[in-house]
């Protein structure tokens, strides 16, 4: 507060003596008043560093505005897709929307948090979107993961999605489809869907989607109008999620 109160003393100095005086106000030239800013600026260097920081959370306030409105335009999409595996109540009176990468660290860190959240939360509902940002295994991967839940349905898609996420090393559609193997499902069938134009399109779809709401990275998760990037833990995410029933 002291800075800024330096700052605004400064200028209004400035003002009164540029209209104090009529014959004053008439003689000063633009060089002069540079001169007194200059001065000015000089004597109370700290007034940059708050214009600066003002400016950032200016920035801020614009881009969290934005990105709220975003979503609120892109409501169906992030929360009515078929394509999107859903953890917890189909029916809960709140949604955390994770956008993840099988091949992402940090979502293999968060996993245990999503799983704790849907544990400790009955009234929670959780949709998983596909984002495979990190090389053509990530996209693989996906491929096949939509692929379970078009042939063999939700349940299925919930189980292979909870495996592959908690699977060390590097996933592609070699690891995934062996999984599926494991789990009884159609290798062939599975195949054959992952390599359909529609599931192409989801992935697609789900990329434009980040893009418009100015996604850089996984995880990232969305709960009514505001985005949380990283693993941040389960104690951010929750007071999110309670947040928005709050309101």
């Not at 009234?123 to 984002?131: E, G, P, Q, Y």
């Not at 998760?221 to 999110?240: H, M, N, R, S, T």
Request: glycine share 6%.
């Amino acid at each position: 507060m002291k800075a800024a109160r330096i700052g605004r003393l400064g200028w209004y100095a400035i003002a009164v003596l540029i209209t104090a005086s009529p014959a004053y106000a008439q003689s000063i030239d633009r060089a002069e008043v540079e001169k007194i800013v200059r001065e000015y600026i000089m004597q109370n260097p700290e007034i940059i560093e708050e214009a600066l920081t003002e400016l950032e959370k200016r920035n801020q306030a614009v881009q969290a505005e934005a990105r709220s409105q975003a979503i609120l335009a892109e409501t169906d999409a992030l929360l009515r897709s078929s394509d999107d595996v859903i953890l917890g109540n189909p029916d809960g009176n709140a949604t955390l929307v994770e956008f993840f990468d099988f091949n992402c660290g940090y979502c293999k860190r968060a996993a245990p948090d999503v799983k704790a959240l849907v544990a400790e939360d009955p009234k929670l509902r959780i949709v998983l979107k596909d984002f495979p940002i990190l090389g053509p295994g990530s996209v693989e991967a996906a491929k096949v993961a939509l692929a379970v839940k078009r042939v063999a349905g939700a349940a299925a898609a919930r189980d292979f999605h909870v495996r592959l996420i908690g699977m060390q090393g590097q996933i592609n559609a070699s690891r995934a489809l062996a999984l599926t193997e494991e789990m009884g499902l159609d290798r062939k069938k599975l195949s054959e869907e992952m390599a359909t134009p529609a599931v192409e399109a989801v992935i697609v779809a789900n990329l434009a989607l980040a893009q418009r709401l100015g996604l850089t990275g996984t995880p990232s998760f969305v709960v009514g109008d505001q985005i949380i990037e990283g693993a941040v833990g389960k104690g951010p995410l929750a007071d999110a999620i309670e947040a928005v029933r709050q309101k």
